[in-house]
């Protein structure tokens, strides 16, 4: 498990609180609730309980606000919730490709009539094996990464979803550098240069920023608290047979730290 | 006199090597040479004749279903499910199709037909030496002329006879004159010119995008009649298995993906290999790059070798 920096923050002020109540109550009846796994998620409660103990006792204790908990690099799985169209809004994960000249914003996009939603400019996703993506490691294509008929099937990040006809998947090419996400304040960047797409027995990288450095890095927010969080990006396809087009990528869902 | 024309020709001998050695780098050919060998080597799996049927193959399908949609499209008109404008609307994907197959059938069957024609000359470019060793073709026959003229220059300086020399210089001149005969450049060659020239016109950025273009309709349309279009079809008491043709082209379509999927990649990834080979000088000058030099280094070395006398005579005739 990799411990970041932020986290170990909150390592020890949790400790410092979990002090401060033992000294108070002079008592060892809130410890197994007050004993937090090493991450960040139950550090708020442990914040919360601070505050419980301190009217309990009527010392008075300000009330802490609640810690960023999402913070800095995040190595973990970045779930995917499964999209889903309702009313015509998207909502969840999806993928559309832009056709050379289009922009992300307008397109024009590939329509695919295998969409499940009523504009099929939007291809839905669905979460994979591995229940989404994982930074700091690699989620490397199976090989042979396609069946005979040239089905992508790399299934660990997202389930493979049929695109004009054909299963297109996606993973993590393990020659190109591990998935990196950053928070920073809600905001979320990072490097997902080793994004690859497999359709029709050609591989495309996905990645942004691009192997090579060009192109712009993914965006994304995340609720410091809950790990709740979105992040896209584009990436223009270089060479092969869509050379020129752009993919577009949605995910959402919750973040969970390693270990 | 006999001095005077070994030195000319050592001198003719010297230009002509370092024009060979030179020429690649003139030519730029250390780095379009091998461009040219990877889209040789891109285009295999294409350039047979096994191939080239079944795309033709698929094209027949593609067009065997756009033919039958015509059919499904007036079944339900006429039958009252749908008006002809909703239609039209609501499988926009298919009538693209329709309305484009015959461009995309020209654009495509012209694709097929010219690497058809050209399976000959793709064969025979692709026995010629590996396209990397070109340039050095050149730059090892011209250095060792240039070096054998400069030994025979400097032997004359010393006064000596260079008689064995100029007999290296004429083996060198009709090695250079054999080395295209040996790899047959001069029936290869011509054909690889014809290929390049066959080749041009689908060889271009353009001309990609607008198959990657069809390919987008293609799919589009496949997914539409697939997805949406036949089952509304059978709702509305159509016989989707008397659309035979759409049958197969659905059934097809992720093999045709595969199979095209490549090709057009290749074709795309090996836009600017092939301008890098068609900015070379013409294939079928190759052959005339080597037998030229080659005669003109014999034929020096030869004049010089019959105006020469015994290394004794030269000595006594003409003292440094």
Known sequence: ?259 | MTRRVQRWTATTALVVGIGLAAAPFAFQMFSRAPLGGTMIDDFEPYMVEQKIDSFRGYMNTIDAAVTEIDGVRSAMVDNGTITPDAFDAQYSGVLQLVNDWATINADMTDLLDRMDANMGNYAAVAALPPFPMFPWFFVLPGVMVAGVALSILWSLRDGAAPRRRLWALAALGVAIIAAPVAFQMFTRAPKGGEMIDSFRPMMTRERVQNVQRHFVTLGGAEGQLRVTLMPAYAAASGDPAAAEGITEFSTEWPTIVSEFNPMIATMSDNIDNFQAVDALPSFALFPWFFAIPGAIVAAAAAIALRSSTSPTQLSEKEPS
């Not at chain 1, 986290?7 to 007050?34: E, H, K, N, P, Y």
């Not at chain 1, 505050?51 to 606000?65: G, H, I, L, R, W």
């Not at chain 1, 190595?75 to 969840?92: I, M, P, R, Y």
Request: proline fraction near 7%.
């Open chain 1, 1 to 259: 498990m990799k411990v970041t920096r932020p986290t170990t923050r909150m390592l020890v002020a949790t400790f410092g609180a979990f002090a401060l109540i033992t000294a108070a109550c002079g008592s060892d009846d809130d410890t197994a609730d007050t004993t937090p796994p090493a991450t960040a998620a139950p550090t708020t409660v442990a914040a919360a309980d601070t505050t419980m103990a301190a009217t309990d006792t009527t010392v008075p204790v300000p009330v802490t606000e609640p810690m960023a908990m999402y913070e800095g690099d995040l190595v973990g799985l970045f779930s995917v919730n499964t999209g889903t169209c309702a009313d015509g809004a998207v909502v969840g994960s999806y993928f559309q490709m832009v056709q050379p000249g289009g922009t992300p914003e307008a397109g024009p996009f590939i329509a695919n009539a295998d969409s499940k939603c009523t504009d099929t400019n939007y291809t839905l996703l669905a979460v994979g094996t591995d229940g989404g993506l994982i930074t700091g490691s690699s989620q490397a294509a199976p090989d042979p990464a396609f069946d005979g008929t040239g089905n992508g099937l790399a299934a660990a990040i997202v389930a493979p979803v049929t695109f004009f006809g054909s299963a297109f998947a996606a993973a993590t090419d393990p020659t190109e550098a591990a998935p990196t996400i950053t928070a920073t304040a809600g905001t979320l960047s990072g490097d997902l240069s080793a994004f690859t797409a497999y359709w029709g027995t050609g591989i495309f990288n996905q990645g942004a920023p691009k192997p090579d450095g060009t192109g712009a890095a993914p965006t994304g927010t995340i609720d410091p608290e809950t790990g709740v969080f979105m992040i896209e990006w584009t990436s223009l396809i270089a060479g092969g047979s869509f050379d020129g087009f752009t993919g577009v990528w949605h995910l959402e869902g919750t973040f969970s730290a390693a270990g």
